[in-house]
């Protein structure tokens, strides 16, 4: 019973370590920067670009079928030329609707001329539609979630750790007191012998 229970705490421990560490790394290492630069955007310099391609991408996952827009377009900043494929920051994600990607893809034909808005201190990040949106979030949030609950769960154990420590401490005590009893309690030397004829 104690094997178990150890091992039990030790599996429960593990599973909160890793979704703690997954979701800080997701959250601060992935999904913070993609929505810091998604806020700067609004106020970084503009270039002149164009689509270079622009299309519908398919994916199986699970016999489903997602899809994601591609659209890849080329501008220059300073004499130098660069490319991206960010339409918007937190938006180059798969789904399982086609309609999404393809409204995408059709503000994106191939040759069009669009607004580049890149960031100065880093040319070659760039993306079409500045600012922050619901899908900004998406990786950020998930990550925050997965913390949270490998902070809730490590919680658990802990509590659950001290309970037991607590309850094994007053059984030992009861214990303890009971030897004590038994030890103390007067003995009465003709007790169990009856008297003779």
């Not at 037991?164 to 004590?180: G, H, M, N, P």
Request: aromatic share 12%.
């Amino acid at each position: 019973m104690a094997r178990s229970s150890i091992m039990g705490g030790v599996v429960a421990t593990t599973i909160g370590l890793s979704f703690a560490t997954a979701g800080y790394v997701v959250a601060f290492y992935v999904g913070w920067p993609i929505v810091e630069n998604a806020q700067a955007s609004q106020n970084w310099p503009v270039a002149s670009g164009a689509v270079t391609d622009s299309r519908v991408t398919t994916s199986q996952s699970d016999e489903s079928t997602l899809y994601r827009a591609e659209v890849l377009y080329s501008y220059e900043v300073d004499g130098r030329e660069y490319s991206s494929d960010v339409v918007w920051f937190g938006g180059n994600s798969s789904t399982s609707r086609r309609s999404g990607p393809a409204e995408t893809v059709a503000r994106y034909p191939v040759g069009a001329e669009v607004k580049v808005h890149y960031n100065p201190a880093d040319p070659a990040v760039a993306v079409l539609e500045p600012g922050a949106y619901f899908s900004t979030y998406s990786l950020f949030g998930t990550g925050l979630l997965c913390l949270t609950i490998g902070i809730l769960l490590l919680f658990w154990i802990v509590k659950n750790a001290l309970q037991r420590k607590l309850i094994f401490r007053y059984a030992a005590l009861d214990a303890e007191e009971s030897y004590d009893d038994v030890e103390s309690a007067p003995v009465d030397p003709d007790a169990g012998f009856g008297e003779d004829g």
